[in-house]
């Protein structure tokens, strides 16, 4: 045990998906003292496995007005605190052959009620517009739907959270929730880059661990009725569509094509997980039959268009607390206080809600934490932009130019990535500058910088920060690279040998769902460099 | 156009047929559509590393243990242990020299500084006659600044198991000032040409010979003589201490090296070499393959007495997966593998990957198979075969030169 932690927070959070990011960041903002623990990396949760479609609401209009309406709300604030991370893009909800028309009218009117802003279109102005839509679609209402980068917002949460003086642990996973007397005062954790358990204190502590809450919640001795629900999503290797693209008709399976960067996500399923199966993510055969085959509807060239990958991820679904059959799900944010409800005080839960939404979330779990703490404080959130989109922050293009008359392409994808932050990142030396990853234009200055600020501790780390080996090569030869530059940083080579393989073995992971065509070619070829020809084994090091 | 023999597949299988047949007087042509995998090369030719998981000292007599419908069986042991002893020579007289023993594995040091068993290996590299001792103690390992892909650190916890002290030490050469300024022109290709005009070579050797005061051995990055062949002795000569070259990130300098001379013996026999062309399709009569079509002969059918089929596996697109189906994309031939897409792969990256063994089917004399019938002028050889995983087994190269020049001499014949 080490007893070196005796300091007490104000507040702990536990969970590094967005929800922690975001309450992390309004606690720290609103002057409390914080510690966030994640048991992996930030966004390795349903964060890091969803379809990072900013909703406009348009999809919740007719079956849930009230996420509907907080979802437009929060996509408008976004668009202004979080740019760097949003894509605008707008989106359309289509009727094609097979839907009713009926539906449109219905869909608009329940959109005007919860206040978005719909077009409805005709079909042939669609196509212009759209040009991948399946071309014989019957009908497109135009709203204004995005896409969002769900590490990058976590990320610059994170950063701002830190700014604010918030303390953030990473690989730090809670293994109980320490209780005196009907108060939550503190966790126990187990820290597993050292292999040691550790304690730290809290007058407050917040269970944002996603579907894990659930879990967490049971190491305080309460229960949470939730319900996983796993999505599964295709990644293709370019971008086929502009705008996202919807069906206009009651959500269901496989209907949302999201294009992001340079590629665009089909999703999702949809299908109730045993509670012991959520950390064993995978992508079925089935599954990835019923993505094509729908997506094909909405754009046929997808039947065409190369596959990169499938990943799954799960809904943190939550019971009503009245409904022990769980028949009454709810879609909308879920905050608990467990005082109230369960008598234990110092503890509280949220959860439920969705990505775009994190940011109501981490407001209301705020308000209720400074409620308890009798801190009156303002929520300053919504307007205060993020680490890496404040609009008056020109110095990334000053500072480059300064050096460049245009920037390079590796300046230009980290502008992309980390927004303004990208200014921290060292150019103009041609060590800095050499490109680690060609595909996705990812220099050393930018490996070092996420080693050095952004908690990176192994490949898949930096993979989630800089796309290392995202790209359509797969990480073959840039993974070798930054295992390379991560051995002289912060690894024992030996290790940096098993973080290689690991990286391998969590790139097939995606890949081996839809291994065929050139996919399978390149895993073919990754194979050889690797066991062939440098002789890497998982457990040879 | 007519040719004795048309090989599709310019990789070590083609050229490997290609040279034999040339060498023995045939009108040949070879169609190749892009690179192979020589150019990925570890400068190490394998025929037998592993079997079952377990590592094999004399190859040639652990073949006997495969299962018969491995392409070594097909070969068969009496012809392997001949062809295998001629395999030095011919490569030799295309002026590669190569070293090592079909009866006894010898070792190599990999980029991950782990000691991998191998067959034959290139002048470039150290062979180690065993798996646990480094014939030196205190090693010096130079890399070039601003060379990612050399990994002085694996190999220094590689060599520490071993009993080796290293240190490493990073040389700056003016002459890579051009290439370094563009972020993604630092490979060893890059490097080596500059090592190739000559002129850097006696600076960089002098740098190395002075930091090497006090060290047994001086390990470097095989980045040495692309072009021009000589740059590699010319290096050992003007290093001082004994000198280690271990392979970089790929695309590999021995190998396009290897490449091109195999290119230029095929050449220099009178062979006729298309570059870039893609062979589209067959023509059939009465079960023999009478001509092909290729994408920059359009209408010009090639014709041949004899075809060979060394296009390579996947990653060359010898053998083409979609959802649903594997198959030979030319000609349609047997495959085998035609299963389920959720059994082609095993969830674990490092297992024996099922989509490894597949390959195009032939009779025991290596003929192509239709809806069973065997093509009686279309063999096949080299890593198109299925049969084998030869990345597990460490079959690679030996399984491309001695099918090929097996099926050579089955068209000699
Ligand atoms: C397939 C799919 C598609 C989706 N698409 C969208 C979309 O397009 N738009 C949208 O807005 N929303 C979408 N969502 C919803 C959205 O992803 C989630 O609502 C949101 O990411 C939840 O974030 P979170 O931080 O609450 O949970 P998570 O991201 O799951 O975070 C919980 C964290 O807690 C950590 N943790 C767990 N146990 C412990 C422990 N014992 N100790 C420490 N840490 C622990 C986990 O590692 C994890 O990082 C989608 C969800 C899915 C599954
Ligand atoms: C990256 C890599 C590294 C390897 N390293 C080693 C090593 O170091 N040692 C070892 O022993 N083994 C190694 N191997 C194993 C390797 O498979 C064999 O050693 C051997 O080189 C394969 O030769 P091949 O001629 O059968 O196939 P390939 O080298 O794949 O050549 C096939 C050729 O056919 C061409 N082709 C395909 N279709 C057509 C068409 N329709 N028309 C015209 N041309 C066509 C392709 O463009 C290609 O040039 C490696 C394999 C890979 C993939």
Known sequence: MNKNNSKEYDVIIIGGGVTGAGTARDCAMRGLSVLLVERHDFATGATGRNHGLLHSGARYAVTDPESASECIKENMTLRRIANHCVEENNGLFVTLPEDDLAFQSQFVDACKTAGIGTEILDPDFARRLEPSVNPNLKGAVKVPDGSVDPFRLTMSNMLDAKIHGAELLTQHEVTDVICEQNRAIGVELFNHAKNEKVKYYAKIIVNAGGIWGHHIASLAGININMFPAKGSLLIFGHRVNKMVLNRCRKPANADILVPGDTICLIGTTSERVPYDQIDNMFVSQADVDVLIREGVKLSPSLATTRILRAYAGVRPLVAADNDPTGRNISRGIVLLDHQERDGLSGFITITGGKLMTYRLMAEEATNLVCKKLAVDKQCETAEKALPGSEKSDLSLDNATDKIYSGMSIAQKSAKDRHGTLAKNIAVGDSNDDSLVCECEGVSIGEVKYAIKELHVNNLIDLRRRTRVGMGTCQGELCACRAAGLLCESLEEPGEAKDDLANFLQERWKGMSPIAWGDTINEVQFTSWIYEGIYGLKPDNN | ?413
């Not at chain 2, 150290?126 to 001792?133: A, H, L, P």
């Not at chain 2, 030319?330 to 593998?337: S, T």
Request: aromatic fraction near 10%.
């Open chain 2, 1 to 413: 156009m007519k040719f004795d023999n048309i090989i599709i597949g310019g990789g070590l299988s083609g050229l490997t047929c290609g040279i034999k047949l040339a060498e023995l007087g045939k009108k040949c042509a070879i169609v190749s559509s892009g690179q192979s995998a020589i150019h990925f090369f570890s400068g190490s030719l394998d025929l037998l590393g592993k079997v079952n998981g377990e590592e094999v000292s004399n190859p040639l007599e652990s073949i006997k243990t495969l299962a018969d419908n491995h392409p070594y069986q097909r070969v068969g042991i009496d012809n392997m242990t001949r062809l295998a002893d001629e395999v030095p020579q011919f490569l030799d007289r295309a002026g590669l020299k190569f070293s090592g023993n079909a009866n006894q594995n010898h070792f190599v040091l990999t980029p991950m500084g782990v000691m991998k068993p191998t067959w034959l290996t290139i002048e470039d590299f150290t062979r180690f006659e065993t798996k646990d001792s480094f014939p030196w103690k205190k090693a010096l390992i130079i890399n070039f600044s601003g060379f990612l892909d050399f990994h002085t650190l694996f190999i220094k916890d590689g060599l520490k198991k071993l009993d080796v002290t290293t240190q490493i030490k990073n040389v700056s050469m003016k002459q890579f000032e051009a290439i370094r300024k563009n972020p993604s022109e630092m490979r060893s290709t890059n490097i080596a040409k500059v090592f190739d005009n000559g002129d850097a070579l006696d600076e960089f050797a002098q740098k190395a010979n002075d930091l090497s005061e006090g060290f047994d051995v001086v390990i470097l990055p095989a980045v040495f003589g692309l072009l021009n062949k000589q740059i590699v002795s010319e290096i050992k000569a003007k290093i001082l201490k004994p000198l280690v070259l271990l392979p970089a990130v790929p695309p590999s300098v021995p190998g396009i090296r290897s490449q091109i001379l195999l290119r230029k013996r095929f050449q220099a026999l009178g062979g006729t070499y298309f570059l870039g062309d893609n062979v589209e399709e067959g023509f059939f009569e009465n079960n023999r393959l009478v001509a092909i079509a290729t994408n920059n002969h359009g209408d010009i059918k090639l014709k041949a007495d004899q075809f060979i089929l060394a296009s390579g596996s996947f990653y060359s697109k010898g053998i083409v997966a979609t959802r649903d189906k594997v198959y030979e994309p030319i000609f349609g031939l047997d495959v085998n593998g035609e299963t389920n897409g959720s059994e082609w792969k095993d969830e674990k990256f490092f297992n024996d990957q099922p989509y490894m063994h597949f390959g195009v089917k032939t009779d025991s004399q290596f003929h192509a198979m239709i809806n069973g019938e065997p093509v009686e002028n279309l063999f096949v050889a080299g890593s198109v075969l299925g049969g084998a995983n030869a990345l597990k087994e460490g079959s690679g190269a030996g399984i491309s030169l001695l099918t090929s020049l097996h099926v050579a001499e089955q068209i000699l014949k």
